[in-house]
DNA sequence: AACGAGTGTCATGTC
DNA sequence: CAGACATGACACTCG
């Protein structure tokens, strides 16, 4: 339990100190997985940072460091970490850069139609399941094979297809390689389901008629990508309908959106673009913030059952071209996103050819290759976010202007910049953050990977190979080079039998720090005075040796760490050769209790020397538990900066997306707002007059129906209100 | 001389 | 309860 406790507070630190040093509130409630990605471990290992029983608990595992619980074989152990710091000094030094590279490809990817793309096919993941990054790249990647062959002759594809590649960044190529992929296969069928699903409705779409029409819309109506969106405004709009059943002409009381149809077919003389731009939008400019837009967006998400748009669909579609000239500046993503409009276009009006559009080439209404496209652009997906708005916003605005754009206010540039400018914000704010632990990396890697370091207290094989100034346990018992203090071995050494004849057949794997050694006579007398001068921690302490003066003519340059360590190491050395203790320290320390205690009735020691051997045993392993102690903590802040950076990348790409994901929304309002407009200007009243936008709104139903409501009804809801309507 | 890093040691707590 | 272990704190050396 206390295990548990422990690990749980350490836990509950690091994520505090994470999010301290994050600097930035940021919702990782909604963003993070429970789990950490297995890279993270992959790369890192098993640590003992995190536990202390963990670290004890290795031998045997699969893991393997192997640690002895008793006789701590550290070792091995410290090699495989040695190795794997040199692993993460690897990543440490490749993960920036490639971070770098992301932005400077990733930020010109403003108007990719993958962007929409990724929007759209996000919401046919399950977004709990899959990160989104990983889902999006994903999308992309599909798309951008599938469609490659497909590609090769538009040319004004290919921009699509460079901005789709841009989107897949080498940070999101990491986070592709730093997830689980196993939810990967479940996105590629979904998205093949969807795809059939799209050859379905293309099948559909390729015959004429107002009950192909009405089928194809059934199938609309049957797949559930719209009935969110309706329910929030259509439900209000249900009573009208059925006011409106006595007086709409429609050809079959199912049909589901019979108004765009209808309107293609009956009067298809009357109607002209030129009126396009002239009608009252019921979704005129509504100022949103990105908030809202971002709740719309979540919306719109949650509510539509959206198929990856792929870009095929963004063939150089004559529909669009004749749709709304205007929006043919859009480029890029905007225009496969409109295409997409116009294909749901296409599927409402089969009998568009009678639509007096010249720049139209009316067989690829329905012959168009765009096999891919979707029902995402479908006006129910767009209901739910559109037409709410439209409730309250057209009062005093005329027909003649301001309608060429009527989502103009949440397709502000200034709306967008700002979004722009906060995700760059925050990505520039912690790539500095990045860049200077990078750069704290760099400083401190030769502190923090102690492993590689040949230090003077290194394990590393280098070291303890060199034998000549450390012996092995069984080799010198007599010898004061043996120091068992510390608590490295090296399983790669090869374990020499236990002949000394202190060993009762144990054979302690352990090892010492080769500069331990202190044979030099003259670093006693160092010791000693070292001794007498510093404060003496020591319980029981057997009276030294007579203190000698330190040479005065020791040049304390040629003094290194490694000589205080000896001499720190030596101490007890001294101490035991000065009690002639008749065993080595290594021994003292390392046996375990039961053979220390054999060893000790081995021997007749005066009391002095039992306290001597108690407190070198007590010093030696109190000595290898603080620096397992000090391994730990470094490790822990390791893997916390690792962490810290890992979160960072991750709110980046999710910044990011969002940022794309408001934009396609925007892009995708647009689009609906000018099919909007073309719906509602081929619409004529009983007397082939249009109808005037001020007046009359169209309005989605819950059922799929699209109704002709005047506005002075949508507030009331009147069901005394008349109502002209007329197909199409 | 001050400071930080590394280390050893002690005291204390936990298991 | 003894032993092992973990860890904070302190002192020391060295660069």
């Known amino acids: 339990m206390l295990s548990l406790k422990k690990y749980l507070t350490e836990g509950l630190i690091q994520f505090t100190i994470l999010l301290s040093l994050m600097g930035v509130r940021v919702d990782l409630d909604s963003y ?6 297995p890279l993270h471990e992959i790369i890192l290992g098993p640590t003992s940072a995190y536990t202390q029983t963990q670290f004890h608990s290795l031998r045997g595992t699969s893991e393997g460091y192997g640690v002895h619980p008793k006789s701590v074989d550290l070792d091995q152990f410290f090699t495989s970490r040695r190795l794997l710091s040199r692993m993460r000094a690897l990543d440490r030094l490749q993960v920036p850069s490639t971070e770098l590279d992301a932005w400077l490809v990733h930020r010109e990817a403003e108007s990719s139609v993958s962007s929409a793309q990724t929007g759209s096919s996000r919401s046919t993941d399950s977004p709990q399941n899959l990160p989104s990054s990983e889902s999006s790249i994903r999308d992309s990647l599909e798309n951008d094979q599938g469609r490659g062959s497909e590609e090769l002759g538009a040319s004004a594809q290919s921009e699509t297809t460079d901005l789709s590649k841009e989107e897949i960044d080498p940070i999101d190529i990491l986070w592709l390689q730093d997830i689980d992929l196993g939810a990967g296969r479940e996105d590629f069928e979904s998205h093949q389901h969807h795809k059939d699903h799209e050859n379905v409705w293309e099948s559909l779409g390729d015959s004429s008629g107002s009950e192909d029409v009405d089928q194809r819309l059934q199938v609309d109506g049957e797949t559930g990508e719209n009935v969110p969106a309706e329910s929030q405004t259509a439900m209000s709009l249900a009573e009208c309908l059925s006011l409106l059943d006595d007086t709409f002409q429609f050809d079959s009381p199912e049909f589901p959106a019979p108004a765009p149809t209808n309107i293609l077919d009956t009067e298809p003389g009357q109607t002209g673009l030129e009126q396009t731009n002239g009608l009252l939008s019921p979704f005129l400019p509504d100022i949103e913030t990105p908030l809202d837009l971002e709740e719309q967006w979540q919306d719109l998400m949650s509510l539509m059952d959206m198929q990856p748009m792929d870009i095929n669909s963004s063939d150089e579609d004559p529909l669009y071209l004749s749709m709304d000239p205007s ?17 749901n276009m296409a599927l409402y009006s089969p009998t ?23 029902s995402t652009f479908g006006f129910t997906n767009f209901s739910g976010i559109l037409f709410p708005s439209q409730q309250n916003s057209t009062a005093n605005v005329t027909a003649t202007n301001v309608l060429q754009d009527p989502l ?5 540039e200034a709306l967008l910049d ?3 400018l906060m995700e760059l914000a925050l990505e520039e704010g912690f790539s500095q953050m990045q860049a200077s632990q990078l750069q704290e990396e760099l400083d401190s890697d030769s502190g923090l990977s102690l492993d590689s370091h040949q230090s003077p207290v290194s394990p590393s094989g280098s070291e303890t190979s060199s034998s000549s100034s450390c012996s092995s346990s069984s080799s010198s018992s007599s010898s004061f080079s043996e120091e068992g203090a510390v608590g490295y071995s090296s399983d790669s050494e090869i374990v020499e039998p236990e002949e000394s004849e202190e060993s009762i057949g144990y054979q302690p794997e352990y090892s010492k720090f080769c500069r331990m050694s202190s044979e030099d006579p003259s670093r006693f007398q160092r010791l000693l005075y070292l001794e007498h001068v510093g404060h003496n921690h020591t319980y029981n302490m057997v009276p030294e040796e007579p203190e000698e003066q330190p040479e ?4 304390r340059g040629n003094r290194r ?9 030596g101490r007890d050395e001294q101490r035991a050769r000065a009690m002639k203790i008749p065993f080595s320290n290594d021994k003292i320390i390392n046996l375990p209790v039961e053979e220390f205690n054999e060893l000790l009735t081995k021997y007749q020691l005066t009391e ?4 001597l051997v108690r407190d070198i045993r007590r010093r030696g392993k109190n000595k290898m538990a603080a620096q397992n102690c000090r391994k730990r903590k470094l490790d822990t802040i390791l893997n916390v900066e690792q962490e810290v950076k890992r979160l960072g990348r991750e709110r980046s790409s999710q910044l990011r997306e969002k940022g794309e994901n408001l934009r396609s929304l925007q892009r995708m309002k647009q689009e609906v707002e000018s099919l909007y407009q073309e719906v509602f200007s081929q619409l004529r009243d009983q007397e082939g007059r249009p109808y005037s936008p001020q007046r009359y709104a169209l309005h989605y139903t819950s059922n799929g129906n699209i109704v002709l409501m005047p506005r002075n009804a949508e507030g009331q809801q009147s069901r005394r209100s008349e109502r002209k309507d007329r197909r199409k």
């Open 608 to 611: 002095a020397q039992l306290c």
């Open 552 to 555: 005065p003519t020791l040049a």
């Open 352 to 374: 568009m050819e009678q639509f007096p559009i010249p720049e139209s080439p009316l067989p690829q209404l329905s012959s168009h290759n765009s096999t891919e496209l979707n």
């Open 327 to 343: 929006l043919q500046q859009n480029e890029g993503i905007q225009q496969t996103a409109f295409q997409g409009c116009s294909q």
């Open 408 to 412: 103009s206010g949440i397709l502000d």
């Open 561 to 569: 760490s490694s000589a205080f360590v000896d001499r720190q190491a």
């Open 32 to 37: 993070l997985p429970s789990h950490l990605p």
């Open 418 to 420: 700002e979004i722009s």
